[in-house]
């Protein structure tokens, strides 16, 4: 099982980026696929989460209305689409998935990709 995450990069506050998660190896469509955040000296912080079947998605409250996780069945890809990215969103995004996870609890999630650094400036 792999999950490759790309998208980071280094922007202005006010800009828009598109993370990426490509999965591979099995078959995701009754899987949890989240996006989890971790800034220097802090914990992992969930983002937000989606269930690749029914398309029902969760978001932590400091990014309702600006992110948006969505998935593409046909590349077998999870995207967060981030908007109105403020300093406090810098920080290393990865992308998890698993079964049957909590949904916001970062250790109940078996699979990782690894990180991918955005960065915004003030």
């Known amino acids: 099982v792999q999950l490759q995450a790309s998208g980071g990069g280094l922007v202005q506050a006010g800009d828009s980026l598109r993370l990426s998660c490509v999965a591979s190896?099995?078959?995701?469509?009754?899987?949890?696929m989240a996006w989890f955040r971790q800034a220097p000296g802090k914990e992992r912080e969930f983002v937000a989460t989606?269930?690749?079947?029914?398309?029902?998605?969760y978001y932590t409250d400091s990014v309702k209305g600006r992110f948006t996780i969505s998935r593409d069945n046909t590349k077998n890809a999870v995207y967060l689409q981030m908007n109105s990215l403020k300093p406090e969103d810098t920080a290393v995004y990865s992308c998890?998935?698993?079964?049957?996870?909590?949904?916001?609890?970062?250790?109940?999630?078996?699979?990782w990709g690894q990180g991918t650094q955005v960065t915004v400036s003030s």
């Open positions: 998890a998935a698993d079964r049957s996870p909590t949904l916001a609890v970062a250790r109940t999630y078996n699979y």
């Open positions: 190896g099995r078959n995701f469509s009754s899987y949890y």
């Open positions: 989606m269930d690749w079947s029914s398309g029902i998605t």
